[in-house]
């Protein structure tokens, strides 16, 4: 018995164009991806500062030594009740701690991995 070959087939060359493609497409995509996963990590970064800033300000507005607060900014996050987990909001968005100092008489609330990326985004 013979067995019919269908005039539909794909040959090998026509596979390999059509995984070729799709391998492109999705190297663009995934490139360009990035961009946007780096500007996800700084707005988190930027707002957790923000969150970190006026709750700690907060408390020491209600009397608290900025020192102390300064010493142990978990603590005070997590007496406001307004943080739920506060280990994760002193997290930056690549991973990094984001620090808490005192500079003069003001409550300063910054991330290295931000300043890093902010002068990278200008060059």
Do not use: C, H
Request: overall charge positive.
């Amino acid at each position: 018995m013979k067995k019919k070959i269908s005039k539909y087939s794909f040959s090998l060359l026509e596979i390999m164009i059509v995984i070729f493609l799709i391998g492109l497409i999705g190297g663009t995509i995934g490139y360009n991806m990035k961009g946007s996963l780096d500007k996800g990590r700084e707005f988190k970064t930027k707002e957790s500062i923000r969150q970190i800033s006026d709750i700690l300000l907060l408390e020491v507005a209600e009397g608290e030594e900025i020192e102390n607060v300064v010493e142990n900014p978990e603590k005070y996050l997590e007496k406001s009740g307004l943080v739920k987990n506060p280990e994760k909001l002193l997290k930056d968005g690549w991973g990094g701690r984001i620090d808490v100092k005192i500079k003069g008489n003001e409550l300063v609330v910054s991330s290295d991995n931000l300043k890093k990326f902010e002068s990278k985004k200008k060059k």
